[in-house]
T-cell receptor, first 114, second 111 residues
Framework: DTGVSQNPRHKITKRGQNVTFRCDPISEHNRLYWYRQTLGQGPEFLTYFQNEAQLEKSRLLSDRFSAERPKGSFSTLEIQRTEQGDSAMYLC????????????FGPGTRLLVL | QQPVQSPQAVILREGEDAVINCSSSKALYSVHWYRQKHGEAPVFLMILLKGGEQKGHEKISASFNEKKQQSSLYLTASQLSYSGTYFCGTEIGDAGNMLTFGGGTRLMVKP
């Protein structure tokens, strides 16, 4: 399978714990995006990378959220001191990075904070 | 600013047609359409660039009215597999930036 992959697919955690999600983009895709989706809503942009550089961050991304893409390949999204409001589906997408962009989404990581 | 999609939900019989609209208050560079089934990732359908372009994909096509900053998705002779939630994602500025998604249109096709 050469699509975008995300791990884990599901995560249940207790409030206050830290969690980390991983995204592996389609190989040779230079751009990688993180979105958050809550039930019944469209995806909301969080941040995106061009290779290893983080180019834009949404104001939705509080100080508790951090994302990295250390070698321009896979990316991690960490949430520190989770809150119940962080419960959502976290989607990763990637695109080629060379013009009019199609973003291909991964299956997402569903987070439940108890 | 989030684009506005209408209708919020629609129920069709197999073989019927539907139109889903996506309107923005901002000047758009492009509009991206996705379909998402319950519990799955959004699946890309098509991109439309400013300029009034119309595109087609089998029995699904779309248009982009730059003057109105509105895109419409046309589903003709609907099939059961068309059921899902349709999202438009809008892009302002240059290509390759983040998408701002609408609230979605839930489509159910019944036999």
């Amino acid at each position: 399978d050469t699509g975008v992959s995300q791990n884990p697919r599901h995560k249940i955690t207790k409030r206050g714990q830290n969690v980390t999600f991983r995204c592996d983009p389609i190989s040779e895709h230079n751009r990688l995006y993180w979105y958050r989706q809550t039930l019944g809503q469209g995806p909301e942009f969080l941040t995106y990378f061009q290779n290893e550089a983080q180019l834009e961050k949404s104001r939705l991304l509080s100080d508790r959220f951090s994302a990295e893409r250390p070698k321009g390949s896979f990316s991690t999204l960490e949430i520190q001191r989770t809150e119940q409001g962080d419960s959502a589906m976290y989607l990763c997408a990637s695109s080629l990075g060379s013009g009019l962009e199609t973003q291909y989404f991964g299956p997402g990581t569903r987070l439940l904070v108890l | 600013q989030q684009p506005v999609q209408s209708p919020q939900a629609v129920i069709l019989r197999e073989g019927e047609d539907a139109v889903i609209n996506c309107s923005s208050s901002k000047a758009l560079y492009s509009v991206h359409w996705y379909r998402q089934k319950h519990g799955e990732a959004p699946v890309f359908l098509m991109i439309l660039l400013k300029g009034g372009e119309q595109k087609g994909h089998e029995k699904i096509s779309a248009s982009f009215n730059e003057k109105k900053q509105q895109s419409s998705l046309y589903l003709t002779a609907s099939q059961l597999s068309y059921s899902g939630t349709y999202f438009c994602g809008t892009e302002i500025g240059d290509a390759g930036n983040m998408l701002t998604f609408g609230g979605g249109t839930r489509l159910m096709v019944k036999p």
